[in-house]
T-cell receptor, first 112, second 112 residues
Framework: SQQGEEDPQALSIQEGENATMNCSYK?????LQWYRQNSGRGLVHLIL?????REKHSGRLRVTLDTSKKSSSLLITASRAADTASYFC????????????FGGGTRVLVKP | DTAVSQTPKYLVTQMGNDKSIKCEQN?????MYWYKQDSKKFLKIMFS???????INETVPNRFSPKSPDKAHLNLHINSLELGDSAVYFC???????????FGSGTRLTVV
């Protein structure tokens, strides 16, 4: 089974609304990262949150991490049509060495 | 200047053929990776090299052989291609465990 699992699998919102997606994982981590993937493109790193951090902001992105619940959330505020993409969480597991384990992604559609 | 570049972008080939995908990064990163993304968008690590040394080798058929001539290059050679090898293959690089990965734009391999 996957280390990271995103919820929901797909999300459709109107431009200007906020988009929230969640990620759950199973093992202890060094950090958790969020990536964006536009259709047919590579993944782009958005934000990294360390295991001793609870919240992080970057522009219109807000990420939270709850290590007791082994979960994270990504909030995109005031969404734009250009935010349409798949969003992946990835965990840097303590026991796994330097590798990222990705979840299945959330497909976000922002309608203009 | 492209940070992580992969060639070719598209590869269509017949079953049984041997093919290679090349990857180069100009970021000065020490670690490079190959990931496979299947048709359901699930990403799975295949290999990781740190400064030309293999450090991660997931359960990948031995038809897949990575080669790192120097720390800026990580190539992937695939022998006796099978239909199930059809996927998008991503190269990535990173510097240490505190930063995100930089991904290439992917190579879409189709085996017919």
């Amino acid at each position: 089974s996957q280390q990271g699992e995103e919820d929901p699998q797909a999300l459709s919102i109107q431009e200007g609304e906020n988009a929230t997606m969640n990620c759950s994982y199973k093992t202890s981590i060094n950090n958790l990262q969020w990536y964006r993937q536009n259709s047919g493109r590579g993944l782009v790193h958005l934000i990294l949150i360390r295991s001793n951090e609870r919240e992080k902001h970057s522009g219109r992105l807000r990420v939270t991490l709850d290590t007791s619940k082994k979960s994270s959330s990504l909030l995109i505020t005031a969404s734009r049509a250009a935010d349409t993409a798949s969003y992946f969480c990835a965990t840097d597991e303590i026991a796994a060495g330097n590798k990222l384990t990705f979840g299945g992604g959330t497909r976000v559609l922002v309608k203009p | 200047d492209t940070a992580v570049s992969q060639t070719p972008k598209y590869l269509v080939t017949q079953m049984g053929n041997d093919k290679s995908i090349k990857c180069e990064q100009n970021l000065g990163h020490d670690t490079m990776y190959w990931y496979k993304q299947d048709s359901k968008k699930f990403l799975k690590i295949m290999f990781s090299y740190n400064n030309k040394e293999l450090i991660i080798n997931e359960t990948v058929p031995n038809r897949f052989s990575p080669k790192s001539p120097d720390k800026a290059h990580l190539n992937l050679h695939i022998n006796s291609l099978e239909l199930g090898d059809s996927a998008v293959y991503f190269c990535a690089s990173s510097q240490g465990g505190r930063y995100g990965y930089t991904f290439g734009s992917g190579t879409r391999l189709t085996v017919v």
